[in-house]
T-cell receptor, first 117, second 108 residues
Framework: AQKVTQAQTEISVVEKEDVTLDCVYE???????LFWYKQPPSGELVFLIR??????QNEISGRYSWNFQKSTSSFNFTITASQVVDSAVYFC??????????????FGKGTKLSVKP | EPEVTQTPSHQVTQMGQEVILRCVPI?????FYWYRQILGQKVEFLVS????????KSEIFDDQFSVERPDGSNFTLKIRSTKLEDSAMYFC??????FGPGTRLTVT
């Protein structure tokens, strides 16, 4: 069975601190995609990154970075020098690909990040 | 950049009424989805649509729900007789993880 676990329910940091959001996934398939989304209080899901299972290269985008480790089935997300605008719920998600046929996204329960000034 | 759009942004309805939530997915995408998020909870899969038919559905997607792609551009989710517990944010998505802004459904 496929599953995504975000063990941190809530994290609170002070502005300019670095913060890492953990994501652990379970799947038996070799082809899949991993995503991170940001959900601000307004409710929309803001796409942050998509990574396929064959690309373990870490990625950096401004203050955001992602660490994909297949050996531990983890896809962690780090925000460097956090800002108040980073306050949101962050979701990790898994998308399966069954022999060319695309499945649905399986979401973790989300981590609520509060960044205080 | 192409985007997924949804209307209305907020719908209030009375219990037992039918509602139709509308989505315009990205035109060259092949897969379309509806997801639901009850307030404060995680996003849950409802149904996927491929080649003009349902390809997969979850346990939540019971006989009260139906989907249609009536005209090649719109993708609709119908709830026949709404219940209080249908109150949630409904997201349409297409392709690989491209989400619309959501419709907040409130059933009173």
């Amino acid at each position: 069975a496929q599953k995504v676990t975000q063990a941190q329910t809530e994290i609170s940091v002070v502005e300019k601190e670095d913060v890492t959001l953990d994501c652990v996934y379970e799947t038996r398939d070799t082809t899949y995609y991993l995503f991170w989304y940001k959900q601000p209080p307004s409710g929309e899901l803001v796409f942050l990154i998509r990574r396929n299972s064959f690309d373990e290269q870490n990625e950096i985008s401004g203050r955001y970075s992602w660490n994909f480790q297949k050996s531990t089935s983890s896809f962690n997300f780090t925000i460097t020098a956090s800002q108040v605008v980073d306050s949101a719920v962050y979701f990790c998600a898994l998308l399966m690909n069954y022999g060319g046929s695309q499945g649905n996204l399986i979401f973790g329960k989300g981590t609520k990040l509060s960044v205080k000034p | 950049e192409p985007e997924v759009t949804q209307t209305p942004s907020h719908q209030v309805t009375q219990m037992g009424q039918e509602v139709i939530l509308r989505c315009v997915p990205i035109s060259n995408h092949l897969y379309f989805y509806w997801y639901r998020q009850i307030l404060g909870q995680k996003v849950e899969f409802l149904v996927s649509f491929y080649n003009n038919e349902i390809s997969e559905k979850s346990e939540i997607f019971d006989d009260q729900f139906s989907v249609e792609r009536p005209d090649g551009s719109n993708f609709t989710l119908k709830i026949r007789s709404t219940k209080l517990e249908d109150s949630a944010m409904y997201f349409c998505a297409s392709g690989q993880g491209v989400f619309g802004p959501g419709t907040r459904l409130t059933v009173t």
